[in-house]
Each structure stands twice: as structure tokens, then as C-alpha cells.
């Protein structure tokens, strides 16, 4: 940059260099032609008279006079007549001989003529001859011209020095500014020192700026770094409360459920219980009777009140040991240990056959699409109890009160490795709120009518559980319900058996 402006000042101050050179060579060469001009026409007024009147000393004064002026080397005068040299005067030697020098001589010649005073008789006497030298000249435009390159030549120097100087005043705090801002990019802004204050005042103002700008880096990471703490301390907060919201979830879950066991098995226990002290009623009663005799119609009523006692027993302790084994696949585990390859189409028709008697004393209509021929390697007798629960759902709630409705098993291939057994009913269907709650445990509409509310939980925990596999509904109110039971074709097998 400094080049430049060198350059561009040197140039400047040549061109009005060479305009100055050139307008004082003009006025050099004007005061040159009038000297040359004055000059010529005083010799042509002063000595027409003395050289008439042949005063040869006064000639030579004026011609000495004249050639007081240093631009006149010669003044010589010649006869009218002979045209020879009457006066002669070389002046001022020149230096350098005119021929080889840079400059030539001017020459100059005019009349001389005599005029008489009284008369006005004009009387040609000859010619005067002037030669002027322009060394003059050309010595003071030399002397301007180097003058004129010192001149530039001091300014350049002066100007290079001041320039070095101010850029480097100005270079120097931008540099510090540079390296400065590298370290604040790669260092961390904790390591990057502030810069120190700068004397001028436009950096000073930079500075000032640039670590106004760094402090609040680092504030701004101090307060990131503490937010991030914080953050953290309130994920851990969150992670406890949600796995302490988590165990109190299945502490109520289970006590809900505990309790609900206890309700279910309650009735028929109770039952059992009224059955068995009925018997023992009997049996004191038959105990008084053997004393005083036993007649045979006694006997009769004490065998009907026995076998009535004993029905109602077995059907109680019964339904108590129905509850007790869905209860015990209420945990997911099932105690189904008959694993197997079986047909899915032939699974499905066990148990359409099964339900036989209760669908013929329906109107409803169970279907299976299931084509015959696709193989599963897993559980059968858990299948049959999953498709019994859905089956039940349906003759129970989905076409409850209804003429007709009808049921159907439907088979989609998944993958390689997975089939869609698809079940649908045409029923009265689910609300979106019944829909989200019907896998859990003692969720039933039907409470104190029947329901239990385990069957679907049931149904749940057997296809996730046991049969490694998942279950999706879709339903809404009159459009029926569709189960989709996604299975592996090969079931892995199930760990150790227990409650
Ligand atoms: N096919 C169906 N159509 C309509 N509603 C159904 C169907 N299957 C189940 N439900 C609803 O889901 C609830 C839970 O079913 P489930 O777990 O088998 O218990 P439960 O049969 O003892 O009521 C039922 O009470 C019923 O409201
Ligand atoms: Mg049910």
C-alpha cells in the first residue's frame, strides 16, 4: 500500500514539476527575446551618433555598457560601405564553446542610421550585429529542475517514513485484535485474555468493544454451564419421581388387584363355605336322628340335602379353582407347557367346535377364513384360550340384545417370520374411551352383571407374553370390533413355568 501512495505522490509532484519547468523555460525565454529586443534597439538609438561623428571612446562605452549584460557574448558593427568591422567587442567568454554545447547562439542585427538633428537627413552608416547566448537560461532551469527533484525526492522520503510509521500505529493494535480473536475461536472463551487498551482512540473504542463482547461469552457460557447443570439435577429429579410414580402405580395396580382377586374368589368360597356347614347341618341332624331311629323317608331327605350340599360345594370350590388358574395367568405366565406345531385353520375350527352347542342355540354366525395348511411351531392350547375370550366378548357384549351377528377368523401373511391372525365381529362395537382400557385388569362394563373384566387382560398378557407376539384393536360405536394378533410362526419356547 505504501508503494502506491508512493508512487502516486512521486508522479503528482513530477507532473507539476514538469508544468513548473515548462512555464519557467516560457518566461525565461520571453525575458530572453525582450532582452535581446531592448538591447538591439539601444544600440541602434546611441550609436549611429558617435560612430558619425567618429568618437571611438564613447563607442566602446556604449558597446561596454551593453556588454554588461551577460547574455550578450559579442556586439560587433559593420561599415555601410566596406562592410567590414569597424568595432568589435567579445564579452563574456562562454564556458563551453557554443558549437558542441546544448545550446546555440542567437544572432541579432539591425541598421544603424545616422539622423541629423536639424536637418532630419537620415544617413545609413551600417550594421550592428548582437550575439546573445541563452547559457543563462538554461543554467537557472538546470538549477530549478534539480532543485524540483530534491524537492520530490525529500517529500517521498518524509512521506514513506510517515506512512511506515502510522501503519504500523495502525497495524499493530489490528494484529493483537487478529491473534486475539483466533484465540477466542479456537481457545475456550475462559482461556482467552482481554486485550489491553489501545492509545488511539478509534481502537481503543474496538478494544473495548471486543472485550466488552468476550465477557459476555463468558457469561453467557457460565450461565450454560449452569443451566446445563441444572438441567441435569432436574432429569434426575424427574427419573426418580417418575420410577417412585412408577412403583406406586404397581403397588396400586397390584393392591387393586389383590383386591379384586379377593372380591372375585369371595362368592364362591363363601358359597362353599354355606354349602359345606349346610352338609355339617345335615349330617348332626342325621346324628340326632340315628338315636330316635331313622325312617326311610328320613333317610331320603338326609341323602337329597347331602347330594344338594355337596353339587353346590364342588361348584363353588370349582369356579374358586376356574379364578385362581385365570389369576394365575393374570401375571402373564402361563402354565400352558404343551408346546407344539400345529395348523392355525385346524386351531381355530377346535374351537368352533367346541362352542358348538352354544352357537346352534344362537343366531349368531362364527366363520373361518383361515386357509388351510399355514403352520405355527408354539402354543396351541393358549391360542384356543385367546380365541374362547374373544369369542366369548362377543356373544356377551358385542351382540347383546341383537338378532343376528357375525363372527369371523381371518389369516394376512406379516412376514418371513410373522402371520396377522385377524378376528371381527359385527357388533355393537367400542367408544374410544372403553377402546383405551380394555386390556387392563377388572376393566369390564359389565360389573356385578358378569364380567370380570380379566378376559382381555388375559387374552393381553398371553400374545405378549407367551406367545412372544402383539395385539392391536380398532373399533368404534356400531361399526363392531376387529382384534389383530400378530404371531411368530415359530414361538420361541417359554422360560421356567410359574405363578
Ligand atoms: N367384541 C367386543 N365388542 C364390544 N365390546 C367389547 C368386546 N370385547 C370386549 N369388549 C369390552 O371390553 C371390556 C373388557 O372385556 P374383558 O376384559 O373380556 O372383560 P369382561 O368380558 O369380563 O367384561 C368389556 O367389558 C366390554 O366392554
Ligand atoms: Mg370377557
Known sequence: ?????????????????????????????????????????????????????????????????????????????????????????????????????????????????????????????????????????????????????????????????????????????????????????????????????????????????????????????????????????????????????????????????????????????????????????CAQKFDQLRATGVTKSGLESFLVSIRQGAQLLLRNVQRAADLVSSFKRLSGVSDDTKRGTFELHEVVQSVIRELAPVLKASPYVLINAVPAGVVITGYPESLREILRALISNSLTHAFEGREQGTMRFRYEELDAEHITLIYRDDGIGMTPEVMNRIFEPFFTTKLGRGGSGLGLHIVHNLTTGLLGGGIDVSSSPGQGCEFQLRLPKDVPEAGPVGL
Open 1 to 281: 500500500m505504501s508503494h502506491c501512495f508512493t508512487l502516486v505522490t512521486t508522479l503528482t509532484l513530477s507532473l507539476f514539476g514538469v508544468y513548473a519547468h515548462s512555464a519557467l523555460s516560457n518566461d525565461l525565454n520571453k525575458r530572453f527575446a525582450a532582452i535581446q529586443e531592448s538591447s538591439l534597439a539601444r544600440l541602434q538609438a546611441t550609436l549611429p551618433e558617435p560612430l558619425w561623428n567618429y568618437e571611438k571612446a564613447t563607442t566602446r562605452e556604449i558597446l561596454a555598457a551593453e556588454g554588461s549584460i551577460k547574455e550578450i557574448t559579442r556586439i560587433q558593427v559593420f561599415d555601410q560601405r566596406t562592410e567590414r568591422v569597424i568595432i568589435e567587442i567579445s564579452l563574456n567568454g562562454t564556458t563551453r564553446s557554443p558549437s558542441n554545447g546544448h545550446w546555440a547562439p542567437v544572432v541579432r542585427e539591425g541598421p544603424l542610421v545616422w539622423t541629423e538633428s536639424e536637418g532630419g537627413r537620415e544617413e545609413s552608416i551600417g550594421r550592428v550585429v548582437v550575439t546573445f547566448t541563452p547559457e543563462h537560461i538554461e543554467a537557472s532551469l538546470r538549477a530549478q529542475l534539480f532543485q524540483r527533484v530534491i524537492e520530490v525526492l525529500i517529500l517521498d522520503v518524509l512521506l514513506v517514513a510517515l506512512l511506515v510509521f502510522s501503519l504500523r500505529m495502525v497495524f499493530r493494535p489490528l494484529h493483537q485484535l487478529r491473534d486475539a480473536l483466533f484465540d477466542l475461536a479456537g481457545n475456550s472463551a475462559e482461556i482467552a485474555s482481554e486485550l489491553p487498551d489501545s492509545k488511539f482512540s478509534e481502537f481503543s473504542e474496538v478494544v473495548r468493544g471486543f472485550n466488552l463482547t468476550m465477557r459476555k461469552l463468558r457469561d453467557l457460557i457460565d450461565r450454560h454451564a449452569a443451566a446445563k447443570i441444572e438441567a441435569q439435577e432436574a432429569l434426575q429429579k424427574l427419573k426418580k419421581t417418575q420410577s417412585e410414580l412408577l412403583r406406586a402405580e404397581k403397588l396400586a395396580a397390584l393392591g387393586s388387584m389383590v383386591a379384586g382377586v379377593a372380591h372375585e374368589l369371595n362368592t364362591p368360597i363363601g358359597n362353599a363355605m354355606m354349602a359345606a356347614s349346610t352338609i355339617d347341618d
